[in-house]
Each structure stands twice: as C-alpha cells, then as structure tokens.
C-alpha cells in the first residue's frame, strides 16, 4: 500500500517542481540558465555588496541583513511611516535597457517602493527625478485609498491592473522590464502595467500627477541610471534582486 501511495504522489510532485522551479532553487542564487541569459545578482544574500545611501557614501542604520533577505525597519526616534533618508541605490552600475526582478514582503500597513533610472543630485530625494513602482501592503496601509498608489503600480500615475499582490508577511515578485522607452510591471507573473517614457503622453501622465512641479521631473528622466529601494519608515524585506541588460 505505501509504495503505492509513494507511486501515486511522486508526478503530483515532480509536476509541481516543473512548475515552480523557484520553490527547489535557493534563494539569491542563478540557475544555469539565467547566467546563459546574462542575468547578475545585485544581492548576495549576506551583506549590502555595491549598495550605498542614496547621495551617501554608506548603508543607513536602518537596513540589517535578516533570513537571506535585506531588511528595511522603522529607523531609531522615528515614528512608523516616517522615513529617515535611508533610501539606497546599487552604486556598483548604472543601467539603460534592463530586466530587473525583485522578490519582496511587507509588513502590515508597510509601504515602500523600487526606483530605477536613479540619478544623485545634491539635497534632493531619490524620488526627486526617477520613476517609483509602488510596494504597498493593500490591506492595510494608509495609502491605499488611491488606485495609483496601490503594489505594483507606476506610483501616482498609472494603477496596477489587475491587483495580484499577496498579503502582508508573504513574498511578491515584481519585474520591471525597460527596453527603448517602453516599461512594463509584471506582478507575481502577471503584467499589470504599461508605459512609455519620454513621449508626450508620459508628460501628460506627469502633469496630471504629484510630480508636475518636481524640478527633476520637469528636467526630464533620466536613459540610464541606478536602481533604487525606498526607506519609508515601515519594515520591508527584499531578496532574490537580480536584473539582465537588454
């Protein structure tokens, strides 16, 4: 009877693996197959190697490597929510045309976001001049009463359509692809956004958002930069950062 039932169950399981290969792959690693497809970690998994503070030379406080994960918390006489300045950016590499994967889990009311295209410039922000894709748990943070504000979604100017985000304290992924201009969000396997940059329907999109009156905005964004991640004063957990040039 067991070696029957051990029959039965093992092409469930071995259909399972084919289909979530992720689920046997440790995390924060390549397979073969993704080093043929030129992709590169932008996180080993033990220490913050090529990362900086945005418009810094260091890591804020308030980031600690924790289970294979970076680790965002709420930083020292700060309140939930406020952020501290503790945005940073992978300084090692700036890029053009990009396909970057990023797994993520929020803590409850957690929000945050992912940049790229990041340029420094001198007493602004990270999201002074560079596109946000929001990270957000729906449930239960603040900000979740505007469709644009929502995961997944081109921050204040486009919503996540459909919303396939998780629950608080479950992981997402998110890819950003960028190739000539055109940028699209998939969100747990599902694209949820699409845009193009520099057209004159982008610059409508940013009008009708918060960014029309931000200088680095009305300056333009940038073709290439650095790929950031957000301190916004709630607890967020990232791994398995890995991006391929296109």
């Not at 990270?135 to 996540?160: C, E, Q, R």
């Amino acid at each position: 009877m067991k070696k029957r039932v051990v029959l039965y169950f093992l092409p469930v399981f071995l259909s399972y693996l084919f289909i979530n290969p992720a689920w046997t792959q440790p995390v924060n690693t390549l397979t073969q197959k993704e080093k043929e497809e030129g992709w590169m970690l932008l996180f080993n998994g033990k220490d913050f190697t090529g990362w900086r503070q945005y418009n810094g030379t260091s890591m804020p406080p308030n980031w600690k490597i924790e289970d294979n994960a970076m680790k965002v918390f709420t930083a020292e006489g700060k309140k939930p929510g406020q952020g501290s300045g503790g945005d940073i950016i992978y300084a090692a590499k700036k890029f053009r045309d990009f396909e970057l994967s990023i797994d993520w889990k929020a803590d409850k009311m957690a929000n945050s976001g992912i940049f790229y295209y990041v340029r420094e410039e001198p007493g602004q922000q990270i999201y002074s001049s560079a596109p946000e894709v929001q990270i957000l748990d729906n449930d239960n943070a603040t900000d979740n009463k505007i469709a644009s504000h929502l995961a997944g979604s081109l921050y204040d100017m486009l919503p996540a359509d459909p919303k396939t985000v998780k629950p608080a304290g479950q992981w997402n992924n998110i890819v950003i692809r960028a190739k000539d201009g055109k940028v699209t969000h998939i969100q747990n396997g599902v694209k949820v956004v699409e845009y193009e940059l520099w057209t004159p329907k982008w610059d409508e999109m940013v009008r009708n958002s918060k960014f029309k009156d931000f200088p680095g905005f009305q300056k333009g964004i940038s073709r290439e930069g650095y790929i950031g991640l957000q301190d916004h004063g709630y607890t967020v957990w990232f791994r398995n950062i890995k991006i391929r040039e296109l």
